[in-house]
C-alpha cells in the first residue's frame, strides 16, 4: 500500500464527502459540514492544517491538524492535535489509518520540528477508536477531558522522531 498525505483547503469538503463512518461510529466525530465551516471561520487558517489520506489516488481518509494558538485547551503549548480523523467505512480495515498516523508523525518531524508530540483526545466510551490509537503507537496520558459536545475524553500523545 502506497498512502500519502494531500493537503486540502478550508473549502474542500466535496473531496472528502464520500467519507461515510458506520452509524455506530457517526456519534464520535463533528459532521464533515461543520468541520468545514469551522475551518471556514477560523480567525487563524494556517494553524489548522486540514488533510486527505491518498491510496492509489483515491481519498480513503481525512483529518485536521491544529498548532499553536489553535490548540485545544486540553493540549499543552508546542504539541500538534489531531482532529475529526476519520477513514470511511468502504476503506476500514486495510491499515490506511495506521499508515495515516505514521504519515502525521513523518509530516510533523519535517514541517514541524520542534514540535515532539501529536496529541488527541479520545471518547472514553469509543473503545474501538481508542483501541485503534493504541495500537498505532499512541499512550494514554491518563489525563482527561470533559467536552460539552462529546462528554469525557481520554488525552493521548505519541511522540515524534526525527526523520
Known amino acids: 500500500m502506497h498512502a500519502t498525505l494531500k493537503t486540502l483547503s478550508h473549502f474542500d469538503r466535496a473531496r472528502v464527502a464520500h467519507l461515510e463512518l458506520e452509524p455506530e461510529q457517526e456519534r464520535f466525530v463533528d459532521e464533515l459540514d461543520f468541520v468545514f465551516s469551522e475551518l471556514q471561520g477560523n480567525a487563524r ?14 481519498i480513503v481518509g481525512f ?32 491499515g490506511y489509518g495506521k499508515a495515516a498516523t505514521e504519515l502525521v508523525s513523518q509530516w510533523i518531524s519535517t514541517n514541524r520540528p520542534s514540535a515532539n508530540r501529536l496529541m488527541l483526545a479520545v471518547e472514553e466510551d469509543n473503545v474501538r477508536a481508542r483501541h485503534f490509537y493504541l495500537a498505532s503507537g499512541f499512550s494514554d496520558t491518563g489525563a482527561t477531558y470533559c467536552d460539552k459536545k462529546f462528554g469525557l475524553q481520554n488525552v493521548l500523545e505519541r511522540e515524534i522522531g526525527s526523520v
Do not use: C, K, M
Not at 494556517?46 to 483515491?58: C, G, I
Not at 491538524?65 to 476503506?91: C, D, K, N
Open 63 to 94: 483529518f485536521v491538524l491544529r498548532e499553536q494558538a489553535a490548540l485545544p485547551e486540553w493540549a499543552p503549548p508546542g504539541v500538534i492535535t489531531l482532529h475529526s480523523f476519520r477513514v470511511g467505512r468502504g476503506y476500514q480495515g486495510n
Open 45 to 58: 487558517p494556517d494553524l489548522e492544517h486540514p488533510f486527505a489520506v491518498d491510496v492509489r489516488h483515491q
